[in-house]
């Protein structure tokens, strides 16, 4: 199999990367800022010129392109529209456009932010989408996008997104900050009143080429399948640092201004995607555990 990592340098992009190493698979990328330490083959590639992908597509002949580049700076969307809506809503057509044309299997990524956050129970992938920031609108906009262009694409929302990235070996994501305050002795204020299943980018990283394999198409909520608060997911993550629970005060998401509005309410259904992959989705502090080490 040939896989081509689009944003290969992200934290998800990096966990494709490696997934695909280990499966054996012939793996390549594009970059855009900076260049990932992986030995593979890679290109520079600004999702802004999506009309130059066609040129990416014939210079490394994949059969299969993972979309995992996107403008995920969310109150960055809410102050440059016009470049969220490029980069996130355009983009993912043109990209789906190069891959249909050159009968190469397409797979692109989205969030949990297409929602409102009015639920108290999970979203499923046929939930009603309303988003509440310019980057839910945008990554929605892309969602669409790619459906104009095929039927066939695999489109996963991920939520929350944290993990190990694997060109730099860092923790990163909320759970490398929560680590930081612990091991600075500083309080740590966190939310008790939003609810997200947070997705472990090497978890997430399996679950696409599982299903890449299955050939599926079609919408997928890939996520852990614990509804957590923050403060009760840094509770989780104190137990593995070893220390500092005590650190941990319990927020409010009114505590602190931001320019974009966040859903307070944003878990994920994952039915869908343990019987299609016919196993569980792990709970939170399973997806801790497979990465102990990094809590160290
Ligand atoms: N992070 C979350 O909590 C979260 C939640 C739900 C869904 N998602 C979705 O999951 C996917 C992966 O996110 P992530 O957490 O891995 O994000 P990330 O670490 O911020 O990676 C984003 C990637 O996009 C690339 N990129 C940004 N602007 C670009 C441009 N103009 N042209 C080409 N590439 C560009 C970045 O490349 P450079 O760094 O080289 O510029 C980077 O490789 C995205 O679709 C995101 O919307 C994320």
Wanted: with cysteine.
């Amino acid at each position: 199999m040939q896989l081509l990592v689009v944003g290969a340098n992200g934290l998800l992009g990096s966990n494709v990367v490696r997934a695909g190493q280990q499966r054996g698979w012939s793996v390549c990328g594009t970059y855009h800022s900076t260049q990932p330490a992986f030995d593979i083959r890679l290109t520079q590639f600004d999702l802004g010129e999506y009309a130059s992908f066609d040129d990416v597509v014939s210079e490394h002949d994949p059969d299969v392109v993972v979309n995992c580049a996107a403008m995920t700076d969310v109150d960055g969307c809410e102050a440059d529209p016009e470049r969220a809506h490029l980069l996130n809503g355009d983009a993912p057509g043109g990209l789906a456009a190069a891959c249909t044309a050159n009968d190469v299997e397409f797979v692109h990524v989205s969030t949990d932010y297409v929602f409102d956050g009015r639920e108290r129970d999970p979203y499923s992938e046929s939930a009603e989408t309303n988003p509440r920031q310019v980057y839910g609108e945008s990554k929605l906009a892309g969602e669409q996008a790619v459906a104009e262009e095929t039927t066939d694409a695999l489109v996963a929302r991920l939520s929350f997104v944290w993990g190990v990235h694997r060109s730099t070996g860092d923790l990163t994501g909320f759970p490398a900050w929560v680590r930081g305050q612990l091991r600075s002795g500083d309080a740590i204020p966190l939310f008790t009143d939003q609810w997200v299943t947070p997705t472990r980018a090497g978890q997430a990283a399996e679950s696409l080429l599982d299903l890449i394999e299955q050939e599926a198409t079609g919408l997928f909520h890939v996520a852990c399948s614990s509804c957590v608060s923050p403060y009760e997911f840094g509770e989780v993550i104190a137990e593995y640092v070893g220390s500092g629970e005590e650190l941990l005060t319990e927020g409010s998401m009114e505590d602190i201004e931001r320019v974009a509005t966040r859903p307070t309410y944003s878990c994920l259904d994952i039915k869908h995607v343990e019987s299609t992959l016919g196993r569980s989705q792990p709970t939170i502090r399973e997806d801790i555990e497979a990465v102990r080490e990094a809590f160290r």
